[in-house]
């Protein structure tokens, strides 16, 4: 049973930083799964921000490249995201998703676990 969930969202002014946590159970971080972020604005299609696969390949979205950064702790079967230089436009509830394959996509239709959310709201 696989279960992921999400951590440190909150509130912060633009220019600020937040880091995300998604603590997950099951067999994630002994497998061959590729795990990523996601966000939703209400109203709006969700959409990738950043993947990790299972052998550390990372891929970003143009608006995510160079400010965030997704990493994994495979002894904390953890998945954070670090986000630098937040911009009121980041502001959306994130969501950590895990997909037992290997090949990477931003596609949240490609991702079968998700938690349960965390939003962050950055003011300007």
């Known amino acids: 049973q696989v279960q992921l969930v999400e951590s440190g969202g909150g509130s912060v002014q633009a220019g600020g930083s937040l880091r995300l946590s998604c603590a997950a159970s099951?067999?994630?971080?002994?497998?061959?799964?590729?795990m990523g972020w996601f966000r939703q604005v209400s109203g709006k299609e969700r959409e990738g921000v950043a993947i990790?696969?299972?052998?550390?390949?990372?891929i970003y979205t143009p608006s995510s490249k160079g400010r965030f950064t997704i990493s994994k702790d495979n002894a904390k079967s953890t998945l954070y995201l670090q986000m630098n230089s937040l911009k009121p436009e980041d502001t959306a509830m994130y969501y950590c998703?895990?997909?037992?394959?290997?090949?990477?996509?931003?596609?949240?239709?490609?991702?079968?676990?998700w938690g349960q959310g965390t939003q962050v709201t950055v003011s300007s």
């Open positions: 990790i696969g299972y052998d550390e390949r990372t």
């Open positions: 099951g067999d994630i971080f002994s497998g061959e799964y590729r």
């Open positions: 998703a895990a997909d037992p394959a290997a090949i990477l996509t931003l596609s949240p239709d490609e991702y079968n676990y």
